[in-house]
T-cell receptor, first 115, second 114 residues
Framework: GAGVSQSPSNKVTEKGKDVELRCDPISGHTALYWYRQSLGQGLEFLIYFQSNSAPDKSGLPSDRFSAERTGGSVSTLTIQRTQQEDSAVYLC?????????????FGPGTRLTVL | AQKITQTQPGMFVQEKEAVTLDCTYDTSDQSYGLFWYKQPSSGEMIFLIYQGSYDEQNATEGRYSLNFQKARKSANLVISASQLGDSAMYFCAMREGRDDKIIFGKGTRLHILP
């Protein structure tokens, strides 16, 4: 079956504009995660969705960042009034269910460049 | 406090040698899982190996093994007989039983020398 897909693969935007990044998890996966990876850095947790639970938004860096997950499947990460420091690769991952032994499957990422 | 600590920002290893990538973690949960991921220059994240906190045996997957020392809260990745294709960033991660969130370390960049 298909893996995690993300779109667009690359996004170049001007400072101050809003952007939307999309993630399509693996079918049947109940958990969905967003991470941010700045150049040469590790993964910074942003937000986590689990079916039937309130999302864990503890990693969102500011109120310019928001995310939603519709119908327990597709997720959209929205960044409003983008800043240059938002430039990074945004990675989405999904896992089959809860439980410590379930590894995440990652999408290819969206590379965001804010000019 | 850092939940996952990878103390080696970069390593250079001769091809065919074994390499150990360090990872220590911090949790008060009894139930947790530890993961290692590889990120080549292409940017994809590749799952390598998993160790559960209740697993008595060290996990192994081909040339990868996880040296799990629970009392020391250590989960080092061992790659045997390294290959040029092993050059990549390696991330250690932990999933705690309390909230299912997975936290990553800052990574170790491994360079395999011919």
């Amino acid at each position: 079956g298909a893996g995690v897909s993300q779109s667009p693969s690359n996004k170049v935007t001007e400072k101050g504009k809003d952007v939307e990044l999309r993630c399509d998890p693996i079918s049947g996966h109940t958990a969905l995660y967003w991470y941010r990876q700045s150049l040469g850095q590790g993964l910074e947790f942003l937000i986590y969705f689990q079916s039937n639970s309130a999302p864990d938004k503890s990693g969102l860096p500011s109120d310019r960042f928001s995310a939603e997950r519709t119908g327990g499947s597709v997720s959209t990460l929205t960044i409003q009034r983008t800043q240059q420091e938002d430039s990074a690769v945004y990675l989405c991952a999904s896992s089959f269910r809860t439980g410590v032994h379930n590894e995440q499957f990652f999408g290819p990422g969206t590379r965001l460049t804010v000019l | 406090a850092q939940k996952i600590t990878q103390t080696q920002p970069g390593m250079f290893v001769q091809e065919k040698e074994a390499v150990t990538l360090d990872c220590t973690y911090d949790t008060s949960d009894q139930s947790y899982g530890l993961f290692w991921y590889k990120q080549p220059s292409s940017g994809e994240m590749i799952f390598l190996i998993y160790q559960g906190s209740y697993d008595e045996q060290n996990a192994t997957e081909g040339r990868y093994s996880l040296n799990f020392q629970k009392a020391r809260k250590s989960a080092n990745l061992v790659i045997s007989a390294s290959q040029l294709g092993d050059s990549a960033m390696y991330f250690c991660a932990m999933r705690e039983g309390r909230d299912d969130k997975i936290i990553f370390g800052k990574g170790t960049r491994l360079h395999i020398l011919p």
